[in-house]
């Protein structure tokens, strides 16, 4: 498969603070490629840069082999771009939305064209409703419909669902893999590593750095090592005991723990008993292969323990 995108050295600082440290890699063309992170860590700077909203300080954004920099309009014809902040109109309807998108891209008799995005998101009963009287999940769609009224090679998402009822997301992901099946390349960011699951590769990054890439599996696989996921009597204190023994990876995800370790039956012997003498009930345990979460969190604890 062909690199539709490619990004080389790419560097961006805002004063002091670098969002972007020498970034290198490509996106396959028809994949869905998850960019995936925490607030900070350079995600939508990265993605700005793509669609030509933004200029590095060093390196370079190709996509279709032309140069971001000297071929934007051109580029951003063929492009949708949703951002964290879609800019809709409140006072206009459904329709009224997509027209405005559809002037701006020039697009011509499109009326077949937003009958097709409307029922395909499921927005036809709504069109004449105003935008500022949609639900958060419908306002999504809409913004969707609209990037997508000019037909776009490759589509651009900021954080789509964040903010967004675990329903209405739900019916967002149908959607883009629906999108995908018809050949639209799918680059998008998520805080959400349980949505990084579904893409067909995904770039962990960490304080404007690439810390992994690959296919989510082989990500999860990459450790070599597995999860003792435990649910105690008492959550907070079961961790800062494991914790503070100095003999085990823990981390702690609402109501349970997972402890990553090569050797957990080894180590579930040791944390029975730890808990035990600290009188605390271990109320069901299990041990799993790694999540992309707990990857993540592994190899930023490793990135903080080698720059101290």
């Known amino acids: 498969m062909n690199e539709i995108i490619k990004i080389n050295n790419l560097k961006k600082s805002y004063n002091d603070i670098i969002a972007l440290n020498n970034i290198s890699f490509g996106v396959k063309e028809g994949e869905m490629f998850g960019l995936v992170g925490p607030d900070g860590a350079g995600k939508t700077t990265l993605i700005r840069i793509c669609c030509g909203l933004l200029n590095p300080d060093a390196g370079d954004v190709m996509i279709f082999n032309k140069n971001i920099r000297s071929h934007k309009r051109e580029i951003q014809n063929e492009?949708?771009?949703?951002?964290?902040?879609?800019?809709?109109?409140?006072?206009?309807?459904?329709?009224?939305?997509?027209?405005?998108?559809?002037?701006?891209?020039?697009?011509?008799?499109?009326?077949?064209?937003?009958?097709?995005?409307?029922?395909?998101?499921r927005l036809t009963p709504f069109r004449k409703r105003l935008a500022d009287h949609l639900s958060g999940g419908m306002k999504q769609k809409l913004a969707l419909a609209c990037s997508l009224i000019h037909k776009p090679k490759i589509l651009f998402l900021d954080e789509p669902t964040t903010g967004v009822d675990p329903v209405s997301r739900r019916d967002f992901w149908k959607i883009l893999s629906q999108l995908q099946k018809e050949g639209i390349t799918?680059?998008?960011?998520?805080?959400?590593?349980?949505?990084?699951?579904?893409?067909?590769?995904?770039?962990?990054?960490?304080?404007?750095?690439?810390?992994s890439l690959d296919i989510p599996q082989k990500i999860k696989s990459s450790l070599n090592k597995k999860s003792i996921e435990l649910f105690t009597s008492d959550i907070k204190l079961s961790y800062r005991i494991l914790r503070n023994s100095g003999s085990f990876e823990v981390q702690i995800f609402g109501d349970r723990i997972n402890i990553i370790t090569e050797s957990p039956e080894i180590d579930l012997i040791a944390v029975k008993k730890i808990l035990s003498s600290n009188k605390i009930e271990i109320i069901n345990y299990r041990i799993t292969g790694l999540s992309l979460e707990n990857v993540f969190i592994h190899l930023i604890k490793n990135e903080q323990h080698r720059s101290t």
């Open 186 to 211: 799918i680059f998008m960011t998520t805080p959400y590593l349980d949505e990084a699951e579904r893409c067909n590769r995904v770039a962990l990054i960490h304080k404007g750095e690439i810390i």
């Open 79 to 121: 492009i949708g771009y949703l951002s964290q902040k879609f800019t809709l109109y409140g006072d206009l309807t459904i329709d009224e939305n997509i027209l405005f998108f559809a002037e701006i891209h020039k697009v011509k008799n499109f009326d077949s064209r937003r009958k097709q995005l409307l029922d395909f998101t």
